[in-house]
């Protein structure tokens, strides 16, 4: 079985274009958080979706967004980039909407680099 | 305002050796918790975790322990392998809280020396 998958994996952008990261969660999970991981620091949480519904969301600005399609992937939008988005930006999945005892299931997440 | 803590950065065991991370929280509210194993390169992998109604669970080499009162975990690997060379995060969640994320600490860096 095919574990969460994101694309790309790395990626490089200059400040003030946009971006797009996708997931695809694993078959049969419903739900799909988003995570922000910058060097040194644990993953932090940025949004949560289930059902195509969103959740659950972080504290990070409007510039950062998401959605969930009819398949349950998902596409993380980033607009406006600044130098401190760099990160590596983590996709999970879950086959519960609530966390209590249900573990989440990371991608090998995409490495984003702005210039 | 860090809820969950990691205060050792990291940490360097002898081959065959018990590794014991610990991890500190704040929030009262955290009913359930989890570790993760994180590789270069690669997403966060889960390796166990513990329902507050508990003070311990175990998986073969790994076991958890909770400390409600000291609000406090602790990550218990035996023996230790240099393949668990790695960064081990400890994470929290609140089910009654109405959202729906994990906190995550900062990580310890595991070594395990051949």
């Known amino acids: 079985d095919a574990g969460v998958t994101q694309s790309p994996t790395h990626l490089i952008k200059t400040r003030g274009q946009q971006v797009t990261l996708r997931c695809s969660p694993i078959?049969?999970?419903?739900?799909v958080s988003w995570y922000q991981q910058v060097l040194g620091q644990g993953p932090q949480f940025i949004f949560q979706?289930?059902?195509?519904?969103?959740?659950g969301r972080g504290n990070f600005p409007d510039r950062f967004s998401a959605r969930q399609f009819p398949n349950y992937s998902s596409e993380l939008n980033v607009n406006a980039l600044l130098l401190g988005d760099s990160a590596l930006y983590l996709c999970?999945?879950?086959?519960?909407?609530?966390?209590?005892?249900?573990?989440?299931?990371f991608g090998q997440g995409t490495r984003l680099t702005v210039v | 305002d860090q809820q969950v803590k990691q205060n050792s950065p990291s940490l360097s065991v002898q081959e065959g050796r018990i590794s014991i991370l610990n991890c500190d929280y704040t929030?009262?509210?955290?009913?359930?918790f989890l570790w993760y194993k994180k590789y270069p390169a690669e997403g966060p992998t889960f390796l166990i975790s513990?329902?507050?109604?508990?003070d311990k669970n175990e998986d073969g080499r790994f076991t958890v322990f909770l400390n409600k009162s000291a609000k406090h975990l602790s990550l218990h690997i035996v023996p230790s392998q240099p393949g668990d060379s790695a960064v081990y995060f400890c994470?929290?969640?609140?089910?009654?809280?109405?959202?729906?994320?994990?906190?995550f600490g900062t990580g310890t860096r595991l070594k395990v020396l051949a």
């Open positions: 513990i329902s507050s109604i508990k």
């Open positions: 979706y289930y059902e195509k519904e969103e959740r």
């Open positions: 078959s049969g999970h419903k739900s």
């Open positions: 999970a999945s879950s086959l519960r909407r609530g966390t209590g005892n249900t573990e989440a299931f």
């Open positions: 929030n009262s509210m955290f009913d359930y």
């Open positions: 994470a929290a969640s609140a089910r009654g809280s109405g959202t729906y994320k994990y906190i």
